[in-house]
């Protein structure tokens, strides 16, 4: 297998849609977004990068952005479940940090399931923390961990 040093990260694209279904067939139920939702998140108030390695996407990460806001909202973080633990998501999620950093943004916010320790391992080792807990976040009725982490100032904040 190749190691995750050769994995590229670049801006996803509509041709990407069918890969980021497939990485999603790997997950449970509840928790996979349909074709539908895809094509939503690859266009609008948005940012969506993938990984990629010998030419296959292997991973996805999709960023929200609301108008007037200094945060941006990690909204799904993604590997396909062969490439885990190889340091994909923390190249995803710098590359994330990073565009929400060029857009102004001065946090990160997200959530992540309670029981999803590895999630919450990555992001507490990438500078996030627990803000919040949310009963009944998923429709699973689940609890959500929110997470923060400061973006810091940007030497280009100007608009």
């Known amino acids: 297998m190749s ?17 980021l279904v497939g990485i999603e067939d790997s997950f ?16 609008g108030h ?21 108008r007037g806001s200094r945060a941006a909202r990690l909204y799904t973080l ?10 994909i998501a923390r190249q995803l999620l710098a590359a994330g940090e990073a565009a929400a950093k060029q857009k102004g943004c001065e946090r990160m916010r997200l959530e992540a399931r309670e029981s999803n320790q590895n999630a ?7 500078g996030y923390r627990v803000i919040a807990r ?6 699973n009725g689940e609890t959500a961990v929110r997470m923060e982490k400061p973006l810091g100032s940007s030497e280009s904040s100007s608009r």
């Open 78 to 87: 993604s590997v396909a479940p062969e490439l885990r633990g190889k340091g």
């Open 134 to 139: 949310v009963p009944g976040y998923y429709p």
């Open 120 to 126: 919450i391992l990555l992001y507490e080792r990438s």
């Open 46 to 66: 948005t940012v969506a990068h993938v990984a990629v390695l010998d030419g296959t996407v292997v991973g996805a990460a999709v960023l929200l952005f609301r």
């Open 3 to 19: 190691d995750a040093g050769a994995v590229q990260i670049r801006l996803a694209s509509a041709a990407d849609l069918d890969a």
């Open 28 to 43: 449970p139920d509840e928790d996979r977004f349909a074709k539908r939702t895809w094509k939503r998140l690859l266009i």
